[in-house]
């Protein structure tokens, strides 16, 4: 019965790309698999590779050696340890993060963790669980899904990391962040992370992979890192998708 289970299968997966045949993540042309994109499409990605900044993941232009920070890392250290991108905020970048995050994309998890995946490899070593940056609970409820969580859920699985989204919790709405400078942003983020203290025992002494869509000026990452280190955890690592940047001299 093994063989015409597998026979059903791989007929239901034929049928299903007739009827549905893969599309280009970023413009919908045609492409042979699902999770991917067009060759346009990559070239238009801008993957952050080394040369980089090892404490915040700001790509470097040329190779001033291994270990060398970034003037921005050394002048105001973040509390996290290490911020890792796996591309370059951009038109095509913001085209993905958009359609996943307020068109019910979920089926651009999968590509968009992948890539995180690789560009945090010098990171998972290092962590005992992931935890996403969480939504507030009304801002939840109208999205109905956090992106953050999905995929964080989807490296932790491919990572076989506990995934506690429940470690971390925004308790109270802030505005949204587009158009605020740093010092705003800082602003509407003071105070609006916690760990619940019914999560302290479990978070306590232990390595974090906080795990985010995109990271701009830094402002939510620094927030949800500061509350994470009060509640107990004894080092956090950022993960992102995307992070604005430019390539530094």
């Excluded at 026979?7 to 993540?25: D, E, K, W």
């Excluded at 801002?139 to 969580?149: T, V």
């Excluded at 505005?175 to 992370?193: P, Y």
């Excluded at 620094?222 to 992070?243: I, P, Y």
Aim: aromatic share 8%; proline share 6%; net charge positive.
């Amino acid at each position: 019965m093994e063989w015409v289970r597998r026979g059903m299968a791989v007929a239901g997966g034929s049928i299903a790309r007739f009827l549905y045949p893969p599309v280009c993540a970023g413009c919908s042309a045609a492409v042979e698999r699902v999770d991917a994109v067009c060759a346009r499409c990559w070239r238009e990605l801008r993957f952050i590779e080394r040369p980089f900044c090892e404490v915040l993941g700001t790509p470097f232009r040329f190779d001033l050696g291994r270990g060398f920070l970034s003037a921005e890392a050394i002048a105001e250290p973040p509390p996290f340890a290490r911020l890792r991108a796996a591309v370059q905020y951009g038109d095509l970048a913001s085209r993905l993060v958009s359609s996943l995050k307020y068109h019910d994309r979920t089926d651009l998890v999968p590509l968009l963790a992948n890539w995180m995946e690789r560009a945090g490899g010098d990171l998972f070593p290092d962590v005992d669980m992931v935890v996403p940056v969480p939504l507030h609970r009304l801002r939840l409820l109208r999205r109905r899904f956090n992106q953050s969580a999905e995929l964080g859920r989807r490296i932790a699985a491919r990572r076989a990391l506990p995934f506690r989204p429940d470690c971390l919790e925004r308790r109270r709405p802030t505005a949204a962040q587009v158009g605020l400078g740093a010092a705003e942003r800082r602003g509407n983020l003071k105070g609006a992370f916690h760990v619940p203290d019914r999560r302290r025992r479990t978070l306590a002494g232990q390595r974090v992979l906080l795990v985010d869509d995109v990271f701009t000026t830094g402002a939510t990452a620094e927030a949800a890192t500061a509350a994470l280190l009060r509640g107990g955890a004894r080092r956090v690592e950022v993960l992102v998708f995307a992070r604005v940047a430019e390539t530094l001299a």
